[in-house]
T-cell receptor, first 113, second 113 residues
Framework: ETGVTQSPTHLIKTRGQQVTLRCSSQ?????VSWYQQALGQGPQFIFQ???????GRGNFPPRFSGLQFPNYSSELNVNALELDDSALYLC????????????FGEGSRLTVL | SQKIEQNSEALNIQEGKTATLTCNYT??????LQWYRQDPGRGPVFLLL?????KEKRKERLKVTFDTTLKQSLFHITASQPADSATYLC????????????FGRGTSLIVHP
Protein backbone atom coordinates (compact mmCIF):
# COMPACT_ATOMS: atom_id res chain seq x y z
CA GLU A 1 0.00 0.00 0.00
CA THR A 2 1.53 3.31 -1.09
CA GLY A 3 1.34 6.16 1.39
CA VAL A 4 0.77 9.84 0.71
CA THR A 5 3.40 11.31 -1.60
CA GLN A 6 4.08 14.99 -2.20
CA SER A 7 6.15 16.84 -4.76
CA PRO A 8 8.37 18.71 -4.94
CA THR A 9 10.04 18.15 -1.57
CA HIS A 10 11.81 21.52 -1.61
CA LEU A 11 11.48 24.61 -3.74
CA ILE A 12 12.54 28.23 -3.73
CA LYS A 13 10.47 31.02 -5.26
CA THR A 14 10.58 34.80 -5.25
CA ARG A 15 7.86 37.19 -4.14
CA GLY A 16 5.03 37.58 -6.62
CA GLN A 17 5.59 34.22 -8.28
CA GLN A 18 3.12 31.37 -8.37
CA VAL A 19 3.61 27.80 -7.13
CA THR A 20 1.84 24.47 -7.58
CA LEU A 21 2.30 21.66 -5.08
CA ARG A 22 1.13 18.13 -5.76
CA CYS A 23 -0.15 15.31 -3.62
CA SER A 24 -1.04 11.69 -4.31
CA SER A 25 -3.37 10.33 -1.69
CA GLN A 26 -3.04 6.92 -0.10
CA UNK A 27 -4.70 4.13 -2.05
CA UNK A 28 -8.42 3.94 -1.27
CA UNK A 29 -8.58 7.42 0.28
CA UNK A 30 -11.07 9.89 -1.22
CA UNK A 31 -10.47 12.87 1.07
CA VAL A 32 -7.47 15.19 0.93
CA SER A 33 -6.63 18.04 3.30
CA TRP A 34 -3.90 20.65 2.99
CA TYR A 35 -2.11 22.28 5.91
CA GLN A 36 0.51 25.02 6.19
CA GLN A 37 3.09 24.66 8.95
CA ALA A 38 5.37 27.58 9.74
CA LEU A 39 8.54 26.93 11.69
CA GLY A 40 7.78 26.20 15.35
CA GLN A 41 4.03 26.21 14.81
CA GLY A 42 1.35 23.58 14.44
CA PRO A 43 -0.21 22.77 11.07
CA GLN A 44 -2.84 25.32 10.01
CA PHE A 45 -5.79 24.04 7.97
CA ILE A 46 -6.00 25.48 4.44
CA PHE A 47 -8.78 23.42 2.82
CA GLN A 48 -10.16 19.96 2.33
CA UNK A 49 -11.40 18.16 -0.79
CA UNK A 50 -13.83 15.27 -0.85
CA UNK A 51 -14.60 13.54 -4.14
CA UNK A 52 -13.36 16.54 -6.16
CA UNK A 53 -15.40 19.13 -4.23
CA UNK A 54 -14.08 21.60 -1.64
CA UNK A 55 -15.49 20.48 1.71
CA GLY A 56 -14.10 23.15 4.02
CA ARG A 57 -11.70 26.06 4.06
CA GLY A 58 -9.56 27.65 6.74
CA ASN A 59 -8.64 31.30 7.18
CA PHE A 60 -6.51 31.66 4.05
CA PRO A 61 -6.90 34.27 1.26
CA PRO A 62 -8.29 33.38 -2.17
CA ARG A 63 -4.80 33.32 -3.69
CA PHE A 64 -4.60 29.86 -2.07
CA SER A 65 -6.60 27.56 -4.30
CA GLY A 66 -6.83 23.84 -4.84
CA LEU A 67 -8.07 21.04 -6.95
CA GLN A 68 -8.80 17.35 -6.56
CA PHE A 69 -8.72 15.00 -9.53
CA PRO A 70 -10.89 11.93 -10.27
CA ASN A 71 -8.09 9.66 -8.98
CA TYR A 72 -8.24 11.70 -5.71
CA SER A 73 -4.80 13.24 -6.13
CA SER A 74 -4.71 16.95 -5.41
CA GLU A 75 -2.94 20.21 -6.13
CA LEU A 76 -2.41 23.31 -4.03
CA ASN A 77 -1.81 26.54 -5.94
CA VAL A 78 -0.56 29.74 -4.38
CA ASN A 79 -0.52 32.95 -6.43
CA ALA A 80 1.33 36.21 -5.76
CA LEU A 81 3.68 34.61 -3.25
CA GLU A 82 4.58 36.58 -0.13
CA LEU A 83 7.52 36.10 2.21
CA ASP A 84 5.15 34.80 4.93
CA ASP A 85 4.13 31.95 2.65
CA SER A 86 7.46 30.29 3.43
CA ALA A 87 6.48 27.11 5.27
CA LEU A 88 6.13 23.35 5.12
CA TYR A 89 3.00 22.47 3.15
CA LEU A 90 1.47 19.21 4.27
CA CYS A 91 -1.02 17.06 2.43
CA UNK A 92 -3.05 14.50 4.33
CA UNK A 93 -5.51 11.92 3.10
CA UNK A 94 -8.20 9.96 4.85
CA UNK A 95 -10.41 7.06 3.74
CA UNK A 96 -13.67 9.00 4.16
CA UNK A 97 -15.10 12.19 5.62
CA UNK A 98 -15.29 12.55 9.39
CA UNK A 99 -13.00 9.67 10.23
CA UNK A 100 -10.67 12.04 12.06
CA UNK A 101 -7.37 10.25 11.53
CA UNK A 102 -5.16 11.86 8.90
CA UNK A 103 -2.36 10.19 6.96
CA PHE A 104 0.26 12.82 6.14
CA GLY A 105 2.86 13.06 3.43
CA GLU A 106 6.35 14.32 4.17
CA GLY A 107 5.52 17.79 2.97
CA SER A 108 6.81 20.34 0.48
CA ARG A 109 9.19 22.92 1.96
CA LEU A 110 8.58 26.28 0.23
CA THR A 111 10.98 29.16 0.67
CA VAL A 112 9.95 32.58 -0.68
CA LEU A 113 12.76 35.10 -1.15
CA SER B 1 -13.33 30.76 18.82
CA GLN B 2 -12.05 27.23 19.19
CA LYS B 3 -8.61 27.12 20.66
CA ILE B 4 -6.32 24.27 21.50
CA GLU B 5 -3.24 24.87 23.62
CA GLN B 6 -0.09 22.90 24.24
CA ASN B 7 2.88 23.78 26.39
CA SER B 8 5.39 25.51 24.13
CA GLU B 9 8.30 24.69 26.44
CA ALA B 10 10.21 21.51 25.69
CA LEU B 11 9.83 18.62 28.10
CA ASN B 12 13.13 17.04 29.13
CA ILE B 13 13.06 13.67 30.88
CA GLN B 14 15.39 10.78 31.63
CA GLU B 15 15.16 7.48 29.79
CA GLY B 16 12.85 5.02 31.51
CA LYS B 17 10.62 7.68 33.07
CA THR B 18 7.03 8.44 32.04
CA ALA B 19 6.56 11.48 29.85
CA THR B 20 3.29 13.37 30.27
CA LEU B 21 2.19 15.98 27.75
CA THR B 22 -0.82 18.26 28.16
CA CYS B 23 -3.40 19.56 25.71
CA ASN B 24 -6.03 22.09 26.83
CA TYR B 25 -9.05 23.38 24.95
CA THR B 26 -11.35 26.32 25.62
CA UNK B 27 -14.74 27.64 24.50
CA UNK B 28 -16.01 24.41 22.99
CA UNK B 29 -16.36 20.66 23.45
CA UNK B 30 -14.50 18.66 20.82
CA UNK B 31 -16.01 15.43 19.57
CA UNK B 32 -12.54 13.87 19.71
CA LEU B 33 -8.92 14.63 20.40
CA GLN B 34 -5.98 13.14 18.54
CA TRP B 35 -2.27 12.90 19.14
CA TYR B 36 0.37 12.88 16.42
CA ARG B 37 4.15 12.53 16.47
CA GLN B 38 6.27 14.76 14.22
CA ASP B 39 9.99 14.41 13.62
CA PRO B 40 11.98 17.41 12.29
CA GLY B 41 11.24 18.10 8.63
CA ARG B 42 8.78 15.19 8.40
CA GLY B 43 5.00 14.93 8.24
CA PRO B 44 3.01 14.15 11.40
CA VAL B 45 2.22 10.50 12.15
CA PHE B 46 -1.07 9.57 13.80
CA LEU B 47 -0.78 7.90 17.22
CA LEU B 48 -4.11 7.84 19.06
CA LEU B 49 -7.66 9.19 18.91
CA UNK B 50 -9.97 9.49 21.90
CA UNK B 51 -13.65 10.42 21.67
CA UNK B 52 -15.57 12.65 24.07
CA UNK B 53 -17.38 9.68 25.61
CA UNK B 54 -14.12 7.84 26.33
CA LYS B 55 -11.96 8.52 29.36
CA GLU B 56 -8.83 6.61 28.41
CA LYS B 57 -7.19 4.90 25.43
CA ARG B 58 -4.04 2.79 25.35
CA LYS B 59 -1.68 1.58 22.65
CA GLU B 60 1.48 -0.24 23.69
CA ARG B 61 3.48 2.27 25.80
CA LEU B 62 1.10 5.13 24.99
CA LYS B 63 -1.92 6.25 26.98
CA VAL B 64 -4.22 9.20 26.39
CA THR B 65 -6.96 10.56 28.65
CA PHE B 66 -9.82 12.95 27.97
CA ASP B 67 -11.22 14.98 30.87
CA THR B 68 -14.23 17.03 29.75
CA THR B 69 -14.49 18.69 33.17
CA LEU B 70 -10.93 20.01 33.09
CA LYS B 71 -11.14 20.51 29.29
CA GLN B 72 -7.88 18.64 28.97
CA SER B 73 -6.20 15.65 27.40
CA LEU B 74 -3.07 14.06 28.83
CA PHE B 75 -0.70 11.99 26.69
CA HIS B 76 1.60 9.57 28.49
CA ILE B 77 4.60 7.62 27.21
CA THR B 78 5.73 5.04 29.73
CA ALA B 79 9.28 3.66 29.87
CA SER B 80 10.40 6.46 27.57
CA GLN B 81 13.34 5.96 25.22
CA PRO B 82 15.61 8.43 23.39
CA ALA B 83 13.85 7.33 20.17
CA ASP B 84 10.66 8.86 21.57
CA SER B 85 12.23 12.32 21.25
CA ALA B 86 10.04 14.29 18.84
CA THR B 87 7.34 16.95 18.76
CA TYR B 88 3.91 15.74 19.79
CA LEU B 89 0.88 17.49 18.31
CA CYS B 90 -2.62 17.51 19.77
CA UNK B 91 -5.56 17.98 17.37
CA UNK B 92 -9.27 18.39 17.96
CA UNK B 93 -12.30 17.74 15.84
CA UNK B 94 -15.70 19.21 16.59
CA UNK B 95 -19.08 17.87 15.65
CA UNK B 96 -20.40 21.33 14.76
CA UNK B 97 -20.48 20.70 11.03
CA UNK B 98 -16.91 19.60 10.49
CA UNK B 99 -14.63 16.96 11.90
CA UNK B 100 -11.57 18.45 10.21
CA UNK B 101 -8.77 18.27 12.77
CA UNK B 102 -7.29 21.56 13.97
CA PHE B 103 -3.88 21.39 15.61
CA GLY B 104 -2.06 22.85 18.56
CA ARG B 105 1.51 24.07 18.13
CA GLY B 106 2.99 20.91 19.62
CA THR B 107 5.28 20.14 22.52
CA SER B 108 8.85 18.99 22.02
CA LEU B 109 9.86 15.94 24.05
CA ILE B 110 13.54 15.22 24.66
CA VAL B 111 14.43 11.92 26.31
CA HIS B 112 17.97 11.83 27.68
CA PRO B 113 19.87 8.52 27.86
Amino acid sequence: ETGVTQSPTHLIKTRGQQVTLRCSSQSGHNTVSWYQQALGQGPQFIFQYYREEENGRGNFPPRFSGLQFPNYSSELNVNALELDDSALYLCASSPALNTGELFFGEGSRLTVL
Amino acid sequence: SQKIEQNSEALNIQEGKTATLTCNYTNYSPAYLQWYRQDPGRGPVFLLLIRENEKEKRKERLKVTFDTTLKQSLFHITASQPADSATYLCAQGSSGGSYIPTFGRGTSLIVHP
